[in-house]
């Protein structure tokens, strides 16, 4: 019975539930990539299997629609990789285009989990679903709610980041 109940509206993905009056400030600051979610078969997640953790820093930019977007990937190697992007929020939208990059989109989906998002991001060649949380040790229930939420979207393919070693310093 509890199979047949899995994938009802409480576990689609659905973006609701965003506070476009807060939007996206509600979303500034410190973040901890967590898990993410692919259809099997495709390689959207190769990218991430040699991270151990990763911390994000998002920031407005002067331009208003614009945010700034800081990466600091533990791999798993040891080595510390700073990323940066420039991310673009046409007025009144909540999705987000990536600068350099025409074809991708990103959309948010608040979880249930109150400090979480998740993003789902494609592009030409892939689609993949990534958990962020405030924290970087997420309750059970919660990562459990995004494997659900995943599963239900047929991204049953679902990799966590290790988090074994300790969490590289975001760079200015
Ligand atoms: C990538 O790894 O492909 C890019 C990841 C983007 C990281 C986003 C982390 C922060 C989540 C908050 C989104 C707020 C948007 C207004």
Known sequence: ????????????LSTLSINKTQFPSQYLGRWYFLA??????TTALETFTVMDNAEFSVRQCREEEKLDFRAAIRI??????PRKWIYLLPEGSIELRTEG???RL??????????CVILKETDNSYARLLLYSRTPQLEEEFMEEFKKKSSCEGYTDILTLPQQQDYCQIED
């Open 106 to 115: 990103t959309q948010l989906f608040p979880p249930r989990c109150p400090h």
């Open 36 to 41: 993410a979610a692919a259809i099997p078969g």
């Open 76 to 81: 798993k190697d040891g080595p510390c990789v």
């Open 1 to 12: 019975l509890d199979s047949l109940s899995v994938c009802d509206n409480n576990n689609r």
């Open 101 to 103: 990059h025409p074809d």
